[in-house]
């Protein structure tokens, strides 16, 4: 597979990611489901920290991937939902250094409730092959 960052703008590559992600010559795709902080029986999560919350995701998202044979590196897009915008970019940096330097299209929502209520944080992602 060949993988370009589209980035007509400079701007988005400080904040870790692009604008588009082009792929050719693709062999194999994921399509993940939103990963949260829920443990690993599906219980909500213990704490309400926000960095926390997001590790813990990342977490589970390098869990799924794992499992079908890919990593972080092969994350082409990542769709991140949150209760709290300015929260989660007040403690994103904690979870920077995972997603570095692979730079997904990505994109960041506010909405008023997850699944669990205690749940702050969640990240669906594509990787690809």
Same mark, same amino acid.
């Given at each position: 597979m060949q993988r370009k960052d589209v980035n007509p703008w400079e701007w988005s590559k400080a904040f870790g990611f692009s604008q588009g992600v082009e792929l050719t010559g693709v062999?194999?795709?994921?399509?993940?489901?939103?990963?949260? @902080?829920?443990? %690993?029986?599906?219980? #909500? #999560?213990?704490?309400?920290?926000?960095? %926390?919350?997001?590790?813990? @995701?990342?977490d589970n998202l390098v869990t799924v991937l794992a499992d079908a044979g890919m990593s972080m590196s092969?994350?082409?897009r990542l769709n991140i939902y949150t209760t709290d915008v300015d929260e989660l970019l007040a403690a994103y940096g904690?979870?920077? %250094?995972?997603?570095a330097p692979n730079m997904p299209a990505m994109t960041l929502l506010g909405?008023?409730?997850? @699944?669990? #209520? %205690?749940?702050?944080v969640e990240i669906e992602a594509i990787a690809a092959r």
């Open positions: 062999e194999r795709m994921l399509v993940c489901a939103g990963q949260t @902080a829920t443990a %690993e029986d599906g219980s #909500p #999560p213990k704490t309400d920290d926000m960095g %926390e919350q997001v590790r813990v @995701a990342l092969d994350v082409v904690s979870a920077a %250094e995972l997603i909405v008023t409730r997850l @699944a669990f #209520p %205690e749940l702050k």
